[in-house]
């Protein structure tokens, strides 16, 4: 678990102001992701799990300022890629909800990859069967448009064949 997270009626967003929260929901905006993903993983009983994340980049040389971002919103992880820039990665459930609802009113390119997140995480708490799943995998499908991806492997197609193979006549 994330060193920095904590109980969410401890988190600082619950203190934070709206001139910040606003801004935040800018930088999202603008260099930024909201998104959620199948992923292949052999430790789950379907075989796949989904997670939703929000990312925000930087340039490694102002690393100084997404260290004072993560200090501000206590969460997630910083990564450097080795293509000079940073990532600050938000993964856990319910740091991304709370972050999420906190910033929603504010958020304007990103709203639909809010709004979707949102629906996700309400329904991934309630799946009980492999139908439930693939339902939640063909929202997930949706970031692939909203967040031009051109990278996307695993989609609801492929999750649905390994759930319910083809039967061969």
Known sequence: MNK?????????LYNISDLK????????DGDGCINGQIIKSNDY????????????YQKSSRRWFIDDLHKTIEMGYIRERNDGMLE??????KDVKLLITKLIPF????KPQAELVLK????????????EFLEVCKLIDKFATLNDSKKRINTSEIVKNALFPPVET
């Open 4 to 12: 920095l997270s904590k109980n969410n009626f401890q988190n600082p």
């Open 45 to 56: 009983k379907r075989k796949f799990k989904l997670q939703v994340s929000v990312v925000f």
């Open 120 to 131: 996700i995480l309400f329904l991934l708490k309630d799946i009980k069967n492999d139908h």
């Open 88 to 93: 600050l990665t938000i993964k856990a459930t």
């Open 21 to 28: 929260l606003a801004y935040l929901a800018g930088f999202i």
């Open 107 to 110: 958020l304007v390119m990103k």
